[in-house]
């Protein structure tokens, strides 16, 4: 396991854009997954503003987002596909057919999160994923007690996260919230892996999910058996670990 720590939270925002743009360049086909979250939302500012700027080839790049929720319409602004749409896919200028989201309404989900993967795999699989981390140690919507060999399916979301989407998105109470979400086994698989975590409130969480013992209580932990993978910490977010492992 890499740490990185930034020193602050503009460096952390910059410093995650270019291990985007990194891949990018090195691999100009490259797939690519993202996460949403509020700390992702400057990272993709930062990629499409510097892309803005020095335009590099960006016509053979795909990208998807490790987890979409499920019964909301596609269009609708909570979606992770508006997300990721608004905040770098079309920014970048993304062509549709390289933009790969499960669909956010279908009769047989468990089709659609098959049909998901099967598309990432015939694009070769994935090259980095991004992923943020939940306040309870999830990584993409893999809840605390998933086991480490679940593939992308159905999932239900914690009382606190629906809470949060439903205000966040305006959902009404009679619509049943749920997401799709890569199951670890699939997290697993990408070639490198960028755990991104910022903030003070994540301090305690990140100590968990990187020094503590690799649990399926805590879901985020098992990056640490990845042999490709980076832990990017702005310095609030790695209080507790500075000083306490042999990389810092
Ligand atoms: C949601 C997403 C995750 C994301 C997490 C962190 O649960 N499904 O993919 O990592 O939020 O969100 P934030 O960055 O807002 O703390």
Not at 7 to 12: G, P, S, T
Not at 72 to 101: K, V
Not at 125 to 135: F, P, T, Y
Not at 141 to 161: H, K, M, R, V, Y
Request: glycine share 8%; with cysteine.
């Amino acid at each position: 396991m890499k740490i990185t720590i930034a020193r602050n939270e503009k460096e952390f925002d910059v410093t995650a854009a270019w291990r985007i743009i990194a891949q990018m360049l090195q691999k100009p086909d490259s797939v690519i997954g993202l996460s949403t979250g509020q700390t992702t939302i400057n990272m993709h500012a930062t990629v499409s503003q510097i892309h803005a700027q020095f335009p590099f080839d960006v016509s053979r790049i795909t990208l998807f987002n490790v987890d979409e929720l499920t019964n909301l319409p596609q269009e609708y602004s909570g979606t992770c596909y508006r997300i990721i749409l608004n905040q770098i896919a079309r920014p970048l200028g993304i062509a549709r057919h390289n933009f790969i989201m499960p669909s956010t309404t279908a009769d047989d989900f468990q089709r659609e999160a098959r049909l998901f993967e099967k598309r990432l795999a015939e694009r070769g699989g994935v090259d980095l994923q991004m992923l943020g981390l939940g306040a309870n140690g999830h990584i993409g919507i893999n809840q605390p007690g998933t086991p480490f060999e679940s593939e992308t399916g159905i999932s239900s979301l914690d009382p606190d996260l629906e809470a949060r989407l439903r205000r966040e998105t305006q959902t009404p109470s009679d619509i049943v919230l749920g997401g799709i979400t890569r199951g670890i086994k699939n997290i697993m698989h990408a070639r490198k892996l960028i755990l991104i975590v910022k903030g003070s409130h994540k301090a305690e969480i990140v100590e968990k999910a990187i020094l503590g013992p690799v649990s399926t209580a805590i879901p985020a932990s098992i990056i640490q058996l990845h042999p490709n993978c980076e832990i990017l910490l702005d310095a609030e977010a790695a209080a507790r670990v500075v000083g306490k492992t042999g990389h810092l």
